[in-house]
């Protein structure tokens, strides 16, 4: 039967950008529910694609093993947690040596610091080794997609609007980050 | 000023053959307005509904049915909400999830195939496999992205002799492989209806014996959309370079199905690929795949170009 469910889109965000993240938001208040974090550009994340260099992992766990990893993109490191929880991600990434591309499919989550910061930081339902070829192509496919939220910023979707009243998002910092990011690839 | 408005509604009525006295339209709207002070546009709207729910009518097939409906080909529906003709060959019907619905099931013509849901209260001739029909006033709609017909009690369908040849039009999509779902990998068809089992057990005949099958259930994101694919097993095997028999070996000799499942995984997911093959459902039955190169040609070029105006 097919299912009422439809799956959450897995976004292409930069480090920088999901770093600079801090709005997120349920649609209904039902606990089901699904929980979204809104970027700076307007992606309403819910799921994220992610491939980038593995450059530390550090079991932090006191009894149960407790994987914090560092996966950098080139505008900077999403920092990755995986528990119990995430039972497979969690081996894969025990399993694996720094440094490695990796691919991560995973949901974000943000933690409040005392002094009011939002840390973000991604929950992954799977990690997997890949090859070069397949970073270079999400650096590309990112930046496009970026591109694209940028370009539709100033529409009067509700994403677009939402994200331009919280973040004020001060555009050109965004398209230097793309510009950064894009010409590391044209120098290999 | 009533009078009007109840000749209006029981010309309405009439165009759908439902012959309402317009004295009992009229004392009903004088009621309202009259008697219990409500707005003209409102009692309008409450005498119709009153008489909507006395006639049994749904009120979709009454608040659309103005304007003729055209004929198309199943890949021209794009919008939902419009009434339709179509040309079409019943492609599959299913099993049926609701007493509202008659039959539900896909049909098709040379253009593609589509959805379709016939109401139990719309009365309509029962539908035959592999039989072609003109089906007459039909109405799009779409659900959770994807588009279907419904059939209702002004449709109409009539048996036709040409044989439509259902057409598969190939799609192509590419994105990143982002999951690779249960019962994936080796599994166990059913012997009588090559239903795959879950666990040994079909869900038409109960615990079988079955044989062994290779596919894998991909779901390819490319940020934007999220795509289903079904990939069968020549093409699996193709993709991961495991035939049938060595899966069948890996799981003998880890005494573990779920073996075949991991090392497919384990390859292929986080990846880049192009797929294409024939769109049934939500699903694109994928005919050839291949991994994606590092990006286009120009491609970053192109990008900075439009960063840097």
């Excluded at chain 1, 025990?94 to 610091?113: D, H, N, W």
């Excluded at chain 2, 109409?156 to 192509?172: A, F, K």
Aim: proline share 3%; aromatic share 8%.
């Amino acid at each position: 039967m097919a299912s009422q469910y439809s799956r959450e889109v897995a976004h292409r965000v930069f480090a920088q950008e999901f770093r600079d993240s801090d709005l997120s938001f349920k649609d209904s208040n039902d606990q089901y529910s699904p929980q979204y974090l809104l970027t700076p550009t307007g992606a309403k994340v819910n799921r994220m694609f992610i491939v980038g260099t593995l450059t530390e992992k550090e079991d932090i766990g006191t009894d149960a093993e407790y994987w914090r990893a560092r996966v950098v993109d080139p505008t900077g490191a999403f920092i990755i947690y995986a528990g119990q929880y995430q039972p497979e991600a969690a081996r894969a990434i025990a399993e694996m040596e720094a440094p490695a591309y990796i691919a991560i499919v995973g949901k974000p989550s943000t933690y409040q610091t005392e002094d009011g910061n939002v840390l973000t930081s991604v929950r992954p339902e799977s990690v997997h080794i890949v090859d070069e070829a397949t970073r270079q192509r999400w650096v590309a496919e990112t930046a496009q997609r970026t591109m694209e939220r940028i370009n539709n910023l100033n529409g009067n979707s509700p994403d677009a609007t939402k994200a331009r009243e919280h973040y004020n998002t001060e555009v050109s910092v965004y398209k230097q980050m793309l510009v950064d990011a894009l010409k590391e690839q044209t120098q290999e | 000023m009533i009078k009007e408005t109840a000749k209006q509604i029981e010309e309405r009525f009439g165009k759908m053959d439902i012959k309402i006295p317009i004295n009992e339209i009229e004392s009903r709207l004088e009621k309202l307005v009259n008697e219990f002070k409500v707005p003209a546009e409102e009692a309008h709207r409450s005498v119709v509904n009153y008489f909507l729910k006395e006639y049994n009518i749904p009120r979709g097939d009454f608040y659309t049915q103005d304007g003729e409906a055209s004929t198309i080909k199943v890949n021209e529906i794009t919008t939902d909400g419009k009434w339709v003709n179509l040309t079409a060959k019943v492609a599959q019907l299913w099993d049926n999830t609701h007493e509202s619905i008659d039959q539900v099931g896909l049909i098709g013509d040379e253009t593609g195939t589509i959805k379709f849901i016939k109401w139990a209260r719309a009365e309509l001739p029962g539908l035959v496999e592999g039989k072609s029909y003109m089906f007459k006033n039909v109405v799009t709609s779409s659900y959770q992205g994807r588009f279907e017909i419904t059939m209702n009690r002004t449709s109409h369908i009539e048996e036709i002799q040409e044989d439509i040849e259902i057409g598969t039009v190939d799609v192509e999509f590419e994105g990143a492989m982002v999951d690779i779902q249960a019962g994936s990998g080796l599994i166990k068809r059913c012997t009588e209806c090559n239903r795959a089992l879950i666990k040994g057990v079909c869900g038409e005949h109960g615990k079988v014996e079955g044989t062994y099958d290779l596919r894998i259930k991909a779901v390819i994101d490319d940020g934007l959309i999220v795509q289903d694919a079904l990939v069968n097993r020549e093409v699996t095997e193709q993709l991961t370079g495991i035939t049938l028999d060595e899966a069948k070996q890996m799981a003998t000799q880890e005494l573990n199905q779920e073996v075949v499942l991991e090392k497919m995984t384990e390859k292929l997911l986080g990846k880049y690929y192009l797929i294409n093959g024939p769109r049934l459902d939500r699903y694109i039955l994928v005919e050839t795949v291949s991994p994606l190169p590092p990006m286009e040609a120009g491609k970053v070029d192109a990008l900075l170009a439009e960063l840097e105006v």
